[in-house]
């Protein structure tokens, strides 16, 4: 079956201090992956998705960047936060191609704060 | 624009009642439509999914949703609330064209009254 992980589950950074948030999908090959940020009492935003190694489309311009390195591994970054980066950031997986139910699955997620 | 409402913020409903959160998607070609639930500090979970056929579809945990074209509607319900049930519910939509993303709804948070 299939598993995804994400690391830290909590993290308090100061502002101007990088970022690394990590996701990995296991029992699954060649996933799209995505990264979600939903602010406090909101719903989701999409960050970045990706369809394979290398290839990351950004959804919303901002202090964030995205990579992944691996079939199955999503990186999250930014080289200096700011206070506005704070939430709980979700990454997912879904089915590729055209013949998928485009569910999508969740990880635990990750609380970020910045101070 | 595509987009998917979910009309209440907040629903407080007594254990044992029954619920209906609502949902509505924009105007166009049937989309394919989620339910999904959060719990505090937890990721999401697909409850159910409707794709085309029967338009009433049976999830996880005891709920159900009923898709209706002619209201762009895709409601949830359940007969009887549990406690357990207070959480933050996701409507969610693939739109035609939209490759593989999802566009959510703003949720709602349900609570469960003793």
């Known amino acids: 079956s299939q598993t995804i992980h994400q690391w830290p589950a909590t993290l308090v950074q100061p502002v101007g201090s990088p970022l690394s948030l990590e996701c990995t999908v296991e029992?699954?090959?060649?996933?799209?992956l995505y990264w979600y940020r939903q602010a406090a009492g909101r719903g989701l935003q999409l960050l970045f998705y990706?369809?394979?190694?290398?290839?990351i489309s950004s959804e919303v311009p901002q202090n964030l960047s995205a990579s992944r390195p691996q079939d199955r591994q999503f990186i999250l970054s930014s080289k200096k936060l700011l206070l506005s980066d704070s939430g709980f950031y979700l990454c997912?997986?879904?089915?590729?191609?055209?013949?998928?139910?485009?569910?999508?699955?969740f990880g635990p997620g990750t609380r970020l704060t910045v101070t | 624009a595509q987009s998917v409402t979910q009309p209440d913020i907040h629903i407080t409903v007594s254990e044992g009642a029954s619920l209906e959160l609502r949902c509505n998607y924009s105007?166009?070609?049937?989309?394919?439509l989620f339910w999904y639930v959060q719990s505090p500090g937890q990721g999401l979970q697909l409850l159910l999914k409707?794709?085309?056929?029967?338009?009433l579809v049976q999830g996880i945990k005891g709920f159900e949703a009923e898709f209706k074209r002619s209201q762009s509607s895709f409601n949830l319900r359940k007969p009887s609330v549990h406690w357990s049930d207070a959480a933050e519910y996701f409507c969610?939509?693939?739109?035609?064209?939209?490759?593989?993303?999802?566009?959510f709804g703003a949720g709602t948070r349900l609570a469960v009254h003793p």
């Open positions: 969610a939509a693939r739109f035609s064209g939209g490759y593989n993303k999802l566009i």
């Open positions: 105007y166009g070609a049937t989309p394919y």
């Open positions: 409707y794709f085309s056929g029967d338009t």
């Open positions: 990706s369809v394979g190694i290398g290839q």
């Open positions: 997912a997986w879904s089915v590729p191609g055209t013949g998928s139910s485009y569910e999508q699955y």
């Open positions: 029992g699954t090959s060649n996933p799209n």
